[in-house]
């Protein structure tokens, strides 16, 4: 006797050893010996024999239209062997039967299991959505394995073209699209992002990383939503000053200026000009709503995305030849600087000059080589700003500065945008002017709203760590009690809340928000966490231009300075890196070999050459190819 029966959910055909009515011993086709329950043989049958009936079931089976079957079926559910009957008419041999149960069980979309030889037919809707289904990946298969090809030969298929951003920062592994990349990068032994380079997908290496950190902070678009118009100004008196501001170049929110004037009974008054977006700016405007999303002008060489569209900063901004709008703090001196009397007014401030900083000339510092107005107003803010730094009794930071700037007319590293970095110490007479001049009307304004009881954003630093709070504490890195941020309201949103306080308070009226105001909180925690998140991107752009510096001036090999242990600063560049082979004690001087810069990671590969021999410094410290 022989039979077919179900195994591990496989039909398989055998010759009867054993039949003890619950189970039976079952010589397979295959050899194997089975223990099979009674319940799980489909069919019993003399002849042919087990290995004819299962060959010859599976030829027969492969004729069988499954959608002819499928149509031939009863509705309701039914027996494999009731329809091998219906199918081939009479009582069907057993291959013939054992056709149809193979048939039905390799069907599952056309046929459901209901029990051990039993099924019933899917309903026409699920078929058809099965089908569909099945012809998709069909489909996707052929397109995966055509777009595979067509990476492999270096060329990028027009459907991942519409897929880069996914691709590229945000990988959906199900996708077909990276489906092909990843069958083509394994197949090249090669990463993802090196196929897509290689099949000309990143055209800049720059645009790059700005699209990706567009992505990350900006899911929405970086572009403007509409906005409106600001309100007419309120009318204000005009400031009887001639203002000054001191920026970079490229420099187009101007959010300070200064200004100098005589006082008949000696001595002078120092004017600090912020400009005042908060008089048009309302609180829970469609424009204040847009400053809030992006909390701060993000920076990065060659580009920046500004917190406020162009419109409403034109307005505000302290350009010269304008006479905008200012919160300003006066302070009067005397002739040695000293700081006797202050101020804060609400006006307009008549700009007379946008200083560059690369156009200032150092010289005054010394009030006898002034020879112009401007000289001389710099030489009398030099002179207040040095007694304010001697008052707060902090040293300079003894460390270089670098500025990058982009020409995106040039070409650098074999594309668009070439890339030039400018050292600058920190505490030139410049940056000390400036810096000090922010960092007492910031502790000015910071103590009068605490003293007034009104909730801000504060800066407070203890034990090192800096953190906004809104509640005044000491700036133990500034030497100060009180300090906030109200210098940059065009800039930065916490100091357009705070500029909304001090207005408030300089009226006289009521806070514009309560210390447990829940946006107010809420706002002070966004802005840190989103600060703290565009000064990461802008170190990550430096060092990547950086890198890409290196592989436009075709530079191969550097002198660096050791820190400490493995880590060494490449001299002349803000570029610190960690080599495992570096030795020498901090100070010492080695060669650095670069053997491979990779601007998409971006990463660099180096090693040590060893110390500088017979000197301190290096006569050439950086050795192009």
């Known amino acids: 006797m022989n039979v077919l029966f179900e195994d591990e ?10 039949d003890h009515d619950t189970s039976l011993q079952v010589e397979a086709v295959s050899g194997k010996r089975h223990k099979v329950k009674a319940a799980h043989v489909l069919l019993r049958f003399a002849s042919p024999s087990a290995a004819e009936a299962i060959a010859r079931g599976h ?70 959505a099965a089908l569909a289904s099945v012809a998709r990946k069909e489909r996707e298969a052929r397109d995966i394995e055509a777009w595979s090809a067509e990476l492999a030969a270096g060329r990028l298929p027009d459907a991942l073209t519409a897929k880069l951003d996914m691709l590229l920062h945000r990988p959906d592994r199900n996708a077909p699209e990276w489906k092909a990349l990843a069958a083509a990068s394994d197949a090249a032994r090669v990463g993802p992002l090196a196929m897509l380079a290689a099949s000309g997908a990143i055209p800049s290496s720059a645009d790059f990383h700005f699209r990706r950190f567009e992505l990350e902070a900006f899911p929405g678009g970086a572009a403007f939503p509409p906005w409106g118009s600001l309100p007419a100004l309120p009318g204000l008196p005009v400031a009887p000053v001639a203002a000054l501001s001191i920026d970079e170049a490229a420099t187009t929110e101007i959010d300070d200026a200064f200004s100098v004037r005589s006082l008949d009974a000696g001595g002078f008054e120092i004017g600090i000009h912020i400009a005042c977006p908060a008089l048009s700016i309302a609180q829970d405007t469609a424009l204040d709503a847009i400053a809030r999303r992006r909390l701060s002008t993000v920076y990065l060489p060659g580009r920046k995305l500004t917190m406020l569209p162009d419109e409403a900063v034109d307005v505000f901004t302290l350009a010269a030849g304008r006479t905008p709008p200012a919160l300003s703090l006066y302070v009067e001196i005397d002739a040695s600087g000293a700081p006797v009397g202050q101020r804060t007014a609400l006006e307009r401030v008549p700009v007379a000059a946008n200083l560059r900083l690369e156009s200032i000339d150092e010289s005054f510092t010394d009030p006898a080589a002034a020879t112009s107005p401007v000289q001389r107003d710099l030489a009398t803010l030099w002179r207040f700003a040095s007694r304010l730094h001697e008052a707060r009794g902090k040293a300079d930071a003894d460390r270089i500065d670098y500025s990058f700037v982009v020409d995106w007319d040039a070409q650098g590293a074999g594309e668009r945008g070439r890339v030039t970095i400018v050292p600058r110490p920190r505490g030139s007479p410049v940056d000390r002017l400036v810096a000090e001049l922010m960092i007492h009307v910031n502790h000015m304004w910071g103590r009068a709203l605490a003293e007034a009881g009104y909730p801000a954003m504060y800066r407070v630093q203890s034990a090192g760590k800096v953190k906004m709070s809104t509640q005044a504490g000491e700036h133990q890195g500034l030497g100060l009690s009180h300090y906030l941020w109200a210098s940059s309201p065009l800039r930065r949103y916490c100091d357009l809340v705070n500029q909304r306080q001090l207005i408030a308070w300089l009226r006289g009226e009521p806070p514009r928000y309560a210390a447990n105001d829940a946006g107010f909180q809420a706002a002070l925690v966004d802005f840190e966490t989103t600060y703290s998140q565009y000064a990461e991107f802008q170190d990550r752009m430096e060092y990547y231009w950086t890198l890409r510096w290196l592989v ?50 971006p990463a660099i590969e180096c090693r040590s050459l060893g110390p500088v021999a017979g000197s301190a410094a290096p006569a050439t410290p950086m050795t192009a190819a």
Do not use: N
Not at 9 to 18: D, H, P, S
Not at 78 to 96: K, S
């Open 552 to 601: 436009q001036e075709g530079i191969t090999e550097c002198t660096a300075t050791v820190i400490r242990e493995t880590l060494v600063r490449v001299d002349g560049l803000p570029l610190v890196l960690r080599l495992a082979d570096a030795s020498g004690a901090p100070g010492a001087k080695l060669r650095i070999a670069i053997l491979r810069v990779d601007l998409l990671q």
């Open 59 to 128: 030829e027969l089976a492969r004729t069988i239209d499954t959608g002819f079957l499928w149509e031939a079926s009863a509705d309701d559910e039914f027996g494999f062997d009731e329809l091998a009957r219906d199918y081939y008419g009479g009582a069907p041999a057993a291959p013939e039967s054992a056709s149809i149960a193979l048939a039905l069980a390799a069907h599952p979309m056309y046929f459901y299991r209901k029990g051990r030889g039993r099924y019933r037919k899917a309903p026409p809707d699920a078929l058809k």
């Open 9 to 18: 959910g496989q039909l398989k055909a055998g010759t009867v050893i054993a």
